[in-house]
């Protein structure tokens, strides 16, 4: 355990030995908000972080853990916080390493009972997870029954651009291409559209880094894609989620190859129509906002779209009992 070098003082990393695959080494880093002070007064949500339940953030594709405001936020409203850097990414991408490669989205179930087992097995966290990280989370919670508390999911990818069917046709050949080409990439690095929108070099917000979240993404590996579609698959044949879930996405998806000035209050890389019917569909207790203004992640949108996201998910937590129940152990390799 040390000082995170990215949030710096108060933040502290573990890391999470998952052995080696082809290409050597294989870590997870699971990142915690050191609770030094009680929490503010001047918060009517904030209240003793032993009657709430643990949150743990996860990040999407091609991306890491780094919303130090968001995450002292909840701190400040009596959660005790988390974030994890999944193999391949972040601060667990290892030199020589393909980035974000991996050929199952379930081989995360390592990491993510790992950290779950720090967090203690007596306070089931709530996933706050974004994105290929909302698929990943509601795929862990579909397996792993009583593990957590519940899911609130920003702009999670369960579903492919024009929905089932058009997942259905890509299924086949990716997987096909991903036999073959393996941890090679499928596809070059990305748009820089997202970054224009949100990182200050571009004139956007915010700032996080560049090198660790690339403006058009890592090249995206064969297996990654096609891991990521077997998981939209296996989720959409799975049963309901019986715990609440909480889905926050824009209002509408502005989508295209050029930058057009639309797509800094819209989702710029998934289409939240299917994205929201994938989503209607986890289970009993889903609670889905569309969020005018947001942006692909809704916590890095422009002020008012954000404080709305906020907002949001400060009233969905307070829904949690003072009581949370011991988690089942969860069944990993």
């Known amino acids: 355990?040390?000082?995170?070098?990215?949030?710096?003082?108060?933040?502290?990393?573990?890391?999470?030995?998952?052995?080696?695959?082809?290409?050597?080494?294989?870590?997870?880093?699971?990142?915690?908000?050191?609770?030094?002070?009680?929490?503010?007064?001047?918060?009517?949500?904030?209240?003793?972080a032993a009657t709430k339940p643990p949150i743990l953030l996860m990040h999407g594709w091609s991306d890491y853990i780094f919303h130090r405001e968001l995450m002292e936020h909840l701190g400040r409203r009596g959660h005790d916080v988390w974030g994890l850097d999944l193999r391949k990414h972040g601060r667990s991408l290892l030199p020589g390493q393909t980035a974000t490669e991996v050929d199952s989205l379930s081989r995360y179930d390592e990491e993510i009972?790992?950290?779950?087992?720090?967090?203690?097995?007596?306070?089931?966290?709530?996933?706050?997870?974004?994105?290929?990280?909302?698929?990943?989370?509601?795929?862990?919670?579909?397996?792993?029954?009583?593990?957590?508390?519940?899911?609130?999911?920003?702009?999670?990818?369960?579903?492919?651009?024009?929905?089932?069917?058009?997942?259905?046709?890509?299924?086949?050949?990716?997987?096909?291409?991903?036999?073959?080409?393996r941890e090679r990439p499928l596809f070059p690095s990305g748009s820089s559209n997202y970054a224009r929108a949100t990182h200050r070099d571009f004139g956007g917000p915010y700032d996080y880094d560049l090198m660790l979240k690339p403006p058009g993404g890592h090249?995206?590996?064969?297996?990654?894609?096609?891991?990521i579609i077997d998981g939209q698959r296996r989720l959409a044949a799975a049963g309901p989620l019986n715990i609440p879930v909480l889905v926050l996405h824009s209002a509408r998806s502005r989508i295209g190859a050029r930058f057009v000035e639309e797509m800094r209050r819209a989702d710029s890389v998934l289409d939240v129509r299917a994205l929201a019917r994938a989503a209607a569909r986890l289970g009993p207790e889903v609670r889905l906002e569309a969020i005018d203004g947001a942006r692909h992640d809704v916590f890095l949108s422009d002020a008012d779209a954000r404080a709305r996201a906020v907002s949001i998910l400060d009233e969905w937590l307070e829904t949690f009992g003072t009581e949370t129940p011991t988690m089942s152990a969860p069944q990993v390799p």
């Open 113 to 181: 009972g790992a950290a779950l087992r720090i967090i203690g097995r007596h306070r089931p966290p709530v996933l706050l997870a974004h994105s290929t990280g909302g698929l990943t989370a509601a795929l862990w919670a579909q397996r792993h029954p009583r593990t957590v508390s519940g899911l609130a999911l920003n702009s999670p990818w369960l579903e492919m651009h024009l929905g089932p069917v058009a997942r259905s046709l890509a299924e086949a050949p990716v997987k096909l291409l991903a036999e073959r080409l």
């Open 1 to 48: 355990m040390s000082t995170d070098p990215i949030l710096g003082e108060g933040y502290t990393t573990h890391p999470i030995d998952l052995g080696a695959d082809d290409e050597g080494p294989l870590i997870a880093t699971l990142i915690h908000r050191e609770a030094t002070s009680t929490p503010s007064q001047t918060d009517p949500g904030a209240i003793d």
């Open 219 to 227: 090249s995206l590996p064969a297996n990654t894609l096609g891991a």
